[in-house]
């Protein structure tokens, strides 16, 4: 086997043959890019979920020993997010960049500027978290294995829509382990910003009242509202709070139950 794939690569050096990502530039044309806070607090909770996974499953052993060549537990605390409004990519052809490839996209992981890119359309409906996943799940797997990488981006999945007070049980059936036991590697960790309650006020009359509740910080808020002295005709404007509503994984769950005499795991 072992001679087997010396003469493949010996044949591939005769004919200078290449792989595609060392033949092509990519080049990336966004619009409107705005704060990414909403997919930071997405990732944020599952991230030292998917280094446990990762460091437990035999299929990732190569895959995870990658991550520490490149220091993945720096790349994750420095990396941006970023949501626009359009995306394109450009493969240029390095031996002629008059030839190239333009199409659109919904994601792109810029690894030179360390910024992830999303669509908005992907970031305001939760039906595309599974293509977040799936896109994010790229960052943690070298040379583009996408066996590997669907593995991940479904478990990630899975562990997003999974419950909290299951989480010993989900562990066990997706065999790994829940306890961060090596003192030597670096926990992974992105930061997270969920903001206190917003609040604002805006004119309406006694009729016909029409809200557009959007995403805030990335999850669907619940609405609670007060309608002061509405119906005597008193008053025409209303008070209206929007709450957060974090994912059912959260880091604090994670820091309290399994990061225990880990003291510089978290800040």
Request: with cysteine; aromatic share 16%.
């Amino acid at each position: 086997m072992i001679l087997f794939f010396f003469l493949v690569l010996t044949f591939f050096n005769l004919c200078d043959i290449k792989s595609l990502s060392s033949s092509i530039t990519i080049e990336h044309i966004i619009e409107n890019p705005s704060n990414g806070i909403a997919i930071q607090n997405l990732l944020s909770p599952l991230i030292p979920y998917i280094q446990l996974f990762m460091k437990s499953r035999s299929e990732f052993v190569d895959a995870y020993q990658w991550t520490k060549t490149i220091n993945m537990s720096s790349i994750l605390l420095n990396i941006q997010f970023q949501i626009v409004d359009y995306l394109q990519l450009i493969y240029r052809l390095k031996s002629d960049l008059s030839i190239c490839i333009i199409q659109e996209e919904k994601s792109y992981y810029d690894k030179n500027q360390m910024i992830f890119y999303i669509h908005r359309e992907w970031i305001e409906q939760s039906k595309h978290y599974r293509d977040i996943f799936h896109s994010f799940a790229r960052i943690f797997i070298p040379n583009y294995n996408h066996q590997l990488i669907r593995l991940l981006a479904n478990f990630i999945n899975l562990l997003y829509n999974e419950e909290e007070n299951n989480l010993e049980i989900f562990a066990k059936y997706q065999h790994f382990d829940l306890e961060f036991k090596d003192l030597n590697d670096s926990p992974w960790q992105i930061s997270s910003t969920l903001k206190p309650i917003q609040y604002f006020q805006p004119k309406i009359g006694k009729k016909n009242i029409f809200f557009r509740i959007k995403m805030i910080e990335g999850y669907t808020s619940p609405l609670f509202s007060r309608f002061p002295d509405l119906e005597d005709g008193k008053s025409d404007q209303i008070e209206i709070f929007i709450t957060d509503r974090p994912p059912k994984i959260t880091r604090h769950v994670f820091e309290e139950k399994f990061f225990k005499g880990h003291s510089h795991c978290f800040l």
